[in-house]
């Protein structure tokens, strides 16, 4: 077994990681005081080929494997964690439109996707469904010019900010095969936002309710076929889990190397304190927790990219025990940094921070360990 990275792959994290260095990095801690992303930085993003990174070549995307995006968020969270994410979610969006859509859509919506002059936000969330997302409630009645929408969306990351919106709404009866996927533009009548809410991390991310009252779309704006929207869902978690492992993995990685850099300069009883064995053997197992789930992480990537049977399994795996080592490395880079780790100055409570959301998002890892525990007793 081979687990080196291939030369282009190294190109691709490499490539990633100075343009986040250079263009997010330097402004992470503004952007969130702002509380949004500047616009201007998704074209940036989109000229390296990073607007449509699932989109099929045919398509004019990317068409990168699931490892190979692994390796960008990752690259591009050492820089930001919220940012990347964002990215993430725009991509999800895209490759369903790319997988899912109508020729007549992808014409339509992917060229702008792809170049990023417009961002997308994915909308499955309700109030009173997060874990049981087919008991969503938001419905789309058909009428003779198309559907017209009635409900409400919550925790959704670019409400208010993005250019449209990829929404599972109900079309028929309850239950999974009574869901639907549709495309709802930014401007469109009868759409509306929340307040903006107030986190605890990703703060750069505009994130609000997104409410449908009398919100009418246009027939062709149905991705995919009726009824089958709970399945196109469901089947982009794999990749959302995925990707937002590895959001875990580039940010805690970021505040080791913060943390190592920091202890070779601050001095205790008259030597570094990284010369002290008690805190060396705290940095050894956080560099055998990281490489255990960089390791998880990229052999799930690859059997998701194989389209192996137990691809799900392994997804939901890594996503657990990958954001899990990526919120407890964080928390004990800035224990290492003392009262320092509590200041802003130092970006490692930002980190922790960021970091925590991962845990709850693409699904709860108490959900992770549902589907895991069921592959092992079906």
């Keep these: 077994m081979d687990f080196a990275l291939g030369d282009d792959q190294q190109a691709i994290f490499d490539m990633a990681y100075a343009f986040g260095q250079e263009h997010i990095a330097p402004h992470a801690q503004q952007w969130e005081r702002d509380g949004t992303i500047p616009k201007e930085l998704w074209p940036q993003l989109a000229e390296l080929g990073f607007g449509g990174l699932i989109v099929s070549e045919e398509n004019d995307g990317a068409g990168l494997s699931r490892l190979d995006c692994t390796l960008i968020f990752e690259a591009l969270s050492m820089a930001c964690p919220s940012v990347a994410a964002f990215l993430s979610i725009h991509n999800m969006c895209a490759g369903m439109i790319d997988k899912f859509g109508s020729d007549e859509m992808k014409a339509r919506l992917l060229p702008d996707a792809i170049s990023m002059e417009k961002v997308l936000s994915y909308c499955l969330t309700e109030p009173g469904s997060g874990s049981d997302a087919a008991a969503l409630k938001t419905r789309a009645d058909r009428t003779n010019e198309g559907y017209t929408l009635n409900g409400t969306k919550a925790f959704i990351s670019g409400g208010g900010y993005s250019d449209g919106y990829i929404c599972m709404v109900r079309t028929g009866d309850a239950g999974p095969k009574g869901i639907s996927t549709v495309y709802i533009d930014a401007g469109t009548d009868g759409l509306s936002y929340g307040g903006l809410e107030d986190k605890m991390g990703w703060r750069s991310q505009p994130t609000r309710q997104v409410q449908f009252d009398d919100c009418k779309i246009p027939t062709e704006n149905l991705v995919g076929e009726e009824g089958m929207g709970f399945r196109y869902a469901m089947m982009g978690l794999d990749g959302g889990r995925l990707n937002i492992s590895?959001?875990?993995?580039?940010?805690?990685?970021?505040?080791?190397?913060?943390?190592?850099?920091?202890?070779?300069?601050?001095?205790?009883?008259?030597?570094?304190?990284?010369?002290?064995?008690?805190?060396?053997?705290?940095?050894?197992?956080?560099?055998?927790?990281?490489?255990?789930?960089?390791?998880?992480?990229?052999?799930?990537?690859?059997?998701?990219?194989?389209?192996?049977?137990?691809?799900?399994?392994?997804?939901?795996?890594?996503?657990?025990?990958?954001?899990?080592?990526?919120?407890?490395?964080?928390?004990?880079?800035?224990?290492?940094?003392?009262?320092?780790?509590?200041?802003?100055?130092?970006?490692?409570?930002?980190?922790?921070?960021?970091?925590?959301?991962?845990?709850?998002?693409?699904?709860?890892?108490?959900?992770?360990?549902?589907?895991?525990?069921?592959t092992m007793v079906a």
Aim: charged share 25%; glycine share 8%; aromatic share 8%.
């Design 246 to 374: 590895a959001c875990s993995l580039g940010g805690a990685q970021d505040a080791l190397n913060r943390t190592l850099a920091y202890m070779s300069e601050r001095k205790a009883f008259g030597k570094s304190i990284d010369q002290f064995q008690a805190l060396q053997f705290r940095l050894a197992d956080m560099e055998i927790e990281m490489t255990a789930a960089r390791t998880m992480l990229r052999q799930a990537a690859w059997m998701v990219d194989t389209g192996h049977p137990e691809a799900t399994k392994y997804a939901a795996m890594a996503k657990k025990f990958v954001t899990e080592t990526g919120s407890k490395v964080a928390d004990q880079c800035l224990q290492l940094h003392g009262g320092y780790g509590y200041l802003a100055d130092y970006g490692i409570e930002k980190i922790v921070r960021d970091l925590r959301v991962h845990q709850i998002l693409e699904g709860t890892n108490e959900i992770m360990r549902m589907i895991v525990a069921r």
